[in-house]
Nanobody, 124 residues
């Protein structure tokens, strides 16, 4: 199983980025796909999740209205559209896949597979 995250970079406050997570190695139709982030010196933090089948979504309260998670079944890719970025959003963003969880699962250790992370830096 491989999860390849990409799309990070340097952006000014107020700007936007779209992260991608390309999944391969198995059928993910029964999985929940999540995005997490980890800032220097902080714990890994849940951002958003989506169920492959049906597309239901769930967000951390602080991300609602600014971040949107989506998936493209044909491309086996999950996206995280991030708008109105703030310096506090600076972190390494990780995608993850969980097999026997619900979309409200926010604990990192409940997810089975992880991508390598992509760095997002928001300048003020």
């Amino acid at each position: 199983v491989q999860l390849q995250a990409s799309g990070g970079g340097l952006v000014q406050a107020g700007g936007s980025l779209r992260l991608s997570c390309a999944a391969s190695g198995r059928t993910f139709s029964s999985y929940v796909m999540g995005w997490f982030r980890q800032a220097p010196g902080k714990e890994r933090e849940f951002v958003a999740a989506i169920r492959w089948s049906g597309g239901s979504t769930y967000y951390a309260d602080s991300m609602k209205g600014r971040f949107t998670i989506s998936r493209d079944n044909a491309k086996n890719t999950v996206y995280l559209q991030m708008n109105n970025l703030k310096p506090d959003d600076t972190a390494v963003y990780f995608c993850a896949a969980g097999r026997s969880i619900v979309i409200q699962t926010t604990t990192p250790r409940r997810y089975d597979y992880w991508g390598q992370g992509t760095l997002v830096t928001v300048s003020s």
